[in-house]
């Protein structure tokens, strides 16, 4: 059996990108270097910061919320979960986020989407969407997570993108030339209006795999379960091919991240002005078309613009 590279015991862990073996408690204390390294580099979190922390109940999040609640437990920090009510799958993914929570000792905020807006996720199969769900999905996601920092007062948003998310999303970026989404893509993304809560990602140096062992080690009750409307994604494909490329060349992620933060980017942010923000229609929250592609997506759904703003149940 390999041995742990730091202290010699029987290693569990193999890093492929460094290709190094690793005992648990070692790795646990790679892992969380390697987080605290990324937070005080980009100077994501200060002591006074309320940071709401987004949960989905899978490895990833999970990772972020136990990590962050032990490298930091003297700042204020609480998780949301968007029960986004798809069947066999989000209601087990909020039982597993009432028991990191408990277990974790974190407040907590819920959010139903059905029983607050009138909707849910597998309504869009009647829209143009169909089958590719996990677009209008993510538009509301990250429109929900925004406006309830915004509205409870949350100086930080931290989301549990990772290296291979990140990798995957800037891929994509470049391969389609959408360099805005290029310049956005970003470990800290500063507020640039009241309305929008600044965004930070702790895991942008830590790799997919890296996530599940530290959630296997740590033992934190993570989902069993994949989401049924994942199935054909375009993500999943990109994933595939990206793994095929990280089988030739294991540091292919480390490398291409490291030359698009100190060469690229820097470039691309010289070229690039942001479009400026009007307030949507309908729900008042910053876009730079009339009506905010939150509304539009509800509006598929319920076939009515939504007025109100949402409301919460904690
Ligand atoms: S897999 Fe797609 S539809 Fe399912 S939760 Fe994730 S983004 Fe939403
Ligand atoms: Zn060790
Ligand atoms: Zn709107």
Redesign the pocket.
């Given at each position: 059996m390999a041995k742990c590279r730091v202290c010699g015991a029987p290693a569990e862990a193999y890093l492929d990108y460094s290709r190094t073996y690793l005992c648990p408690r070692c790795f646990n204390d790679y892992y969380e270097r390697k987080v605290r390294a990324t937070i005080q580099r980009f100077k994501m979190i200060k002591p006074n910061d309320r940071v709401l922390v987004a949960v989905s109940g899978g490895k990833d999040s999970a990772s972020l919320l136990a990590v962050l609640r032990k490298l930091l437990p003297d700042v204020e920090m609480t998780a949301l979960y968007i029960n986004l009510g798809i069947p066999q799958y989000s209601d087990h993914c909020e039982e597993k986020f009432k028991k990191i929570t408990e277990v974790l000792g974190v407040e907590s905020l819920v959010f139903d989407l059905k029983r607050e807006l009138g909707f849910s996720i597998p309504d869009f199969r009647r829209t143009v969407y169909r089958r590719r769900l996990c677009s209008p999905c993510g538009t509301i996601k990250r429109?929900l997570m925004n406006k309830i920092a915004v509205e409870q007062g949350f100086s930080k948003l931290a989301t549990g993108h990772h290296m291979d998310d990140i990798v995957e999303t800037l891929f994509n970026s470049y391969l389609h030339g959408d360099v805005e989404q290029i310049v956005r893509l970003k470990p800290v993304l500063p507020s640039t209006h009241p309305k929008f809560v600044a965004k930070i990602k702790p895991l942008w140096n830590v790799t997919e795999q890296e996530n599940l062992f530290y959630a296997t080690y740590n033992e934190l009750p993570v989902r069993t379960v994949g989401c049924p409307l994942a199935k054909g994604a375009r993500s999943l494909e990109q994933k595939r091919y990206l793994s095929s490329l990280v089988e030739h060349i294991p540091n292919f992620r480390h490398v291409f991240l490291s030359s698009h933060m100190r060469k690229l980017l820097p470039a691309l942010e010289r070229s690039i002005t942001a479009p400026p923000l009007k307030e949507?229609?309908?729900?008042?929250?910053p876009?730079s078309g009339e009506?905010?592609a939150?509304?539009r997506r509800a509006e598929l759904v319920l076939g009515k613009i939504?007025n109100q703003s949402p409301k919460f149940k904690v």
């Open positions: 429109y949507c229609k309908k729900c008042g929250m876009t009506v905010c939150f509304c939504l």
